[in-house]
Each structure stands twice: as C-alpha cells, then as structure tokens.
C-alpha cells in the first residue's frame, strides 16, 4: 500500500494532535515537567489569560495528561494543583525533541535560552529516533512506513 492510499484521520499524529497541538497545551506540559503546577503560577510564567488556561487545564486533565491534586497553604482555602500524569509524562521525549529542533533552528545568535541535563551525569540530554534493535534513524528515509492493525485504506 502507498502512503497516498492511507486514510490521514487514523494517523496516531493527527490523533495527538488532537490533544496537544495548541499552543498553550504544549507550554503548560513543559512547566508542569519543570514543577510549575499551580493555576496561578502558571498563569503568570507563561502570561496566558484565566479562561484559555482554566479550559486547556480542563482539557489536559480530561485527556489524561493531569491530573488535579487539592493543596491548601495556612489560613486559605483548598485549591488544586495539576500534576502529571505516566501518560503526560511519556510526552517528555516530545519535548525535548522540540526543544532540540528550536535551539537548533529558532535560537538567538548567543546560543538557546535553556540547557536540559541529566541530573546524575550532568551531560546534555537529547532526543533519538532509533529502532528497537539500538540503530539511530537521521533521517526520514531511514525509516519505512507500512501499514499497522489500525490502518485504514482512503475511501
């Protein structure tokens, strides 16, 4: 079967997308993975308005990528924090793959703005594609697309 023939609505990317392809999603994912997880601290680190963070909250959480955890500090009222879930947390790789893409292709001329590095060796870390067998892919064509159980063939 080619490509062309594969119905593009079964893609597991357009699936994903789904869920995480605005924006807003994508940032909040990246500072819950860095410990931001109160409402108003996410708010105001990445300056996005109460109504899009409160639905892209309601959306994460609804999609089971966070979930909310009730904390109260001294003399307050309950509130929730939004902590990741294994499901949010596999999204890491995703991450730090964009992460790579942009500092490689978006940084300014002094260098990226962030450094990722593994907390027990302190050297950088990077995202791989490569095949069960251990071999790195560089490249698109490295890599053949055939159909899996889910396929479905363009009508």
Known sequence: MEWLEYDSAACSIRRSL???????TLLILRDACNGVRRFDQLRDHLGV????????????????LLEPASYSEPGRRARKEYRLTDKGRDLYP??????????????EPDGPPVRVTHRDCGEPVEAKVMCAAGHELTAPSEGQTAPGPGAEVRA
Request: charged share 20%.
């Open 18 to 24: 789904d869920v995480i392809g605005q924006k807003w």
């Open 94 to 107: 995703v991450l730090i793959a964009l992460l790579q893409w942009g500092d490689k292709h978006c940084s």
């Open 49 to 64: 308005s109460d109504p899009v963070l409160a639905e892209r909250l309601r959306t994460l959480v609804a999609a089971g």
